[in-house]
């Protein structure tokens, strides 16, 4: 039988559950197995009730389940929480207090063995201990994988968090529960570990990236950790600015000056952006901006997830200038879809703008396929000057809109540019024939820039039914679709990655007069606003989720069902 | 040879006659000739106002940013590549008001720029609303019944967050102020030169005659350059006597000289290295 198996650990912030869940995923990709896992925390540094929840699975798994078959409760909350997801013939793990009527238990004194393992901090290894030891993971392994997480640190922490993992296995030897009959061994990984954000950060450096600036905000941050983790070893200059203003102006310094450069945001951080965008815009330098996006308004729900940015930032900044909207659909594709953007912003001079969520950018998994750079992405060289440098014009019109660009100081020729209006050597201008000019060459790009854009991710498209979907929900949406599809309904997926400027091709012939529904993390449907504006098509019905919760896959499935008389 | 007639544009200049900005724009152009800079070998950065303009007056690389944002753009570009000379032209509306954050910020991050905040104590572009240096109880078509708040000392902040070089000049002084520019360009890290520049079309009260009264150059102080002290007592001055000249100047370790890979060299320079990157990557995927 096929191994899908969910795993809920649930603490206090500053509990360690996230060494919980490192331990489980690292023991697991080094036997062979493939997992996902979604981090749910709340905006606070201690207290409160955050979890960890993992799939481990024996084929590539894209989204999170929704039934538990293994909780610990580190918190004493956590089981009254989670009780109703739990399976039949779930375990619980908790403590001596603690009586989850019902369901199998194991009782462990998490502190309590921890504190006789030297530490009482070592809590979360007890757990993740006795989670493997009831999936049927061998010690040896799990015992190697402390070492390496831990072997950073103090000789005296590895030794206390390898007494807590033999006190977690020697608990669950102790009890009569029967676990897991996994196999595992050792073997070669199926492939690595990244989350969202390490996988944007990696792709930045993948397209030669060497300046980031930010300024620290959920969900976001973790790119720019991440991205800071590279410039030990990649020439990569990251700082935090004085805010999100500073963090875009800087970027759009280094483009101009002639380097490649990343930033990253989310919500209020994003709004704050939006003039400098403008600039970029205008100014036709590269930008590639992350909007990490988290629900608002305001500050709304600052570590959780959502797709309520979509029209925001096809709009984001004041009058019309075309850019570029991409929005990745897994972890995988963070690292792709950055370097398209690098690409995309070099290539046409334009904003380019990536939306993920916090869903995405947290969300670890194990990737089989090996990341590889793309090779168009790669920066090329400043084009040459003019023979003669003084006849260079930054903003010369030309047919498809794009002019040559300089940077400053690296020729004799000048590079001029200005938010204000401006004629083709970059002077401000008031003149009206030239504003119209100006107007039209940067909107003539836009028919390039749509050739170079992504068709939606197809799955069973000449179904009776489609879901349209968008973004990080591919995995959720994907996975409904074939249970749809087991359960005898005849249901596909067209699924956009490439928002803006929308490829027209094939979603009109396959919207138009058909029955599909829209399926997004927004309250009105924005994705269908805008294939209701660009295509003048009309979903049948749609479901939408707006919690902050990452988008259910059994919801999508029952609504689905409901919706098309299944 | 670098001549004054290379930074000469001939986009229309279009301050008002007999602007403040007329006794600038000689002497950063005296001080780039001084420095033997070629006009390809400058960029200038700059906000919105009448300072903002500045860099379509002169012939040289610019970009012409956003109101308050220039220090933002300037430092990007030097993270990008610190080899370049970047001077930034603001004023006090775009640099202590709608830039107050960044100004302060980039003081701190001290990189190597220069920045001139032509600093007329009014918003002229807008038509003549106080600013966040305008005299206390000055009347505008805003602040009918006077100026309630108090002037902001852009010296005395600059020198409480550390700044390595802080300077006052006065349009009225072209040659005073280019050497203060060619200082401010030579010293390493992040130099400010705060420069009276009279708004003869809004600002009735701090005119030409007015500063002219009034500023004293410090070389006649007998005051040392290096006392941080007499340096914010010269700072906090205002009113019968107005301390111009370099208030305060002292060495240190720039943004560039902290950074381990810009101690390398430029961003700018570096290449792309295929292969590192695809030897990390291949890295993740061992155990």
Known sequence: MAVDITVKIGGQAGQGIQT????????????????????????????????????????????????????????????????????????????????????????????????????????????????????????ELCSKVVSQLFGTEEEKIVTVNQKALQAGFERVAQSDLKGWNLTWKEQQPAGALFDGASAL?????????????????????????????????????????????????????????????????????????????????????????????????????????????????????????????????????CFYTIQRAFYLADTYQVPVMVLVDQYLVSTSMLVAEKLEINPAAIPASMPKPPAKPETYARFAFTENGISPRLFPCQSQALVKATGNEHTPDGHSSENRENRIAMVNKRLAKLPSMKQEQRPPLLHHEQADWLLVSWGSSYGMVYEAVGKLRSQGLDVGLAHLVDIWPLPQEPLQSLLSGSKWILVEQNATGQLGWMLRAELGVEPKSSILQYDGRPLEVARIVSETAAKIGG | MVTINDYTSNYENQ???????????????????????????????????????????????????LHGRALAVASGAKLANHNLNVVVNSGDGDCYGEGGNHFIHAIRRNLDLTLLVHNNQIYGLTKGQASPTTDKDMTTSIQSHGVSNRPFRPLAVALSLGAGFVARGFAGQKEQLAELIQAAMNYRGFSLIDILQPCVTFNHLNTFAW???????????????????????????????IPTGILYQHEEDDFTALNPWLQQGPMLQREYNANAINDYIDDLYRI
């Not at chain 1, 109703?84 to 375990?91: T, V």
């Not at chain 1, 001596?96 to 006789?116: C, V």
């Not at chain 1, 950060?201 to 930010?214: D, I």
């Not at chain 1, 805010?243 to 209020?268: H, K, P, Q, W, Y």
């Open chain 2, 211 to 241: 500063y002219k009264q009034r500023v004293v150059d410090v070389a006649t102080l007998n005051h040392d350059a290096r006392d941080f002290q007499s340096a914010m007592q010269l700072a906090m001055e205002w009113g019968e006597r």
């Open chain 1, 20 to 139: 919980v869940g490192d331990l489980l995923c690292q023991t697991c990709r080094q036997a062979g197995y493939f997992f996902l896992a979604i981090n749910d925390y709340e905006s606070r540094v201690r207290g409160g009730h955050n979890f960890f929840q993992v799939r481990i699975s024996d084929t590539p798994v894209l989204a999170p389940a929704q039934e538990v078959d293994l909780l610990v409760d580190l918190d004493g909350v956590t089981y009254t929480q989670h009780a109703s997801e739990l399976n039949d013939d779930a375990i619980v793990l908790c403590m001596p207090e603690q009586n989850p009527a019902g369901h199998r238990t194991l009782h462990i004194d998490f502190t309590g063995l921890a504190k006789e393992a030297g530490n009482k901090a070592a809590q979360n290894t007890v757990a993740a201990a006795a989670c493997l030891a009831l999936l049927g993971a061998g010690k």
């Open chain 2, 15 to 65: 301050w008002c006659p007999g602007c403040g900005n007329f006794g600038i724009l000689p002497a950063m152009k005296m001080a780039f000739v001084a420095q033997k800079l070629a006009p390809h070998e400058l960029l200038l950065v700059s906000g919105i106002g009448q300072a903002g303009k500045t860099p379509h007056f002169l012939e040289c690389n610019f970009i012409h940013a």
């Open chain 1, 201 to 333: 950060a990696l792709g930045a450096v993948a397209a030669g990236c060497r300046v980031g600036a930010f300024y620290p905000m959920s969900p976001a941050t973790g790119i720019m950790t991440h991205l800071v983790q590279l410039a030990e070893h990649f020439p990569l200059v990251v700082e935090q600015a004085e805010d999100e203003i500073a963090a875009v102006n800087m970027v759009i310094g280094a483009n101009f000056a002639g380097c490649r450069a990343l930033t990253a945001t989310s919500g209020g951080g994003f709004s704050l952006m939006t003039e400098g965008i403008g600039l970029a815009a205008t100014t036709e330098t590269p930008l590639v901006l992350i909007n990490a996006q988290r629900p608002g308004p305001a500050t709304g729900l600052p570590t959780r997830t959502g797709q309520g940015d979509l029209l925001f930032t096809l709009h984001a900044s004041q009058d019309e200038f075309p850019r570029f909207v991409l929005a990745p659909a897994t972890v995988a594709d």
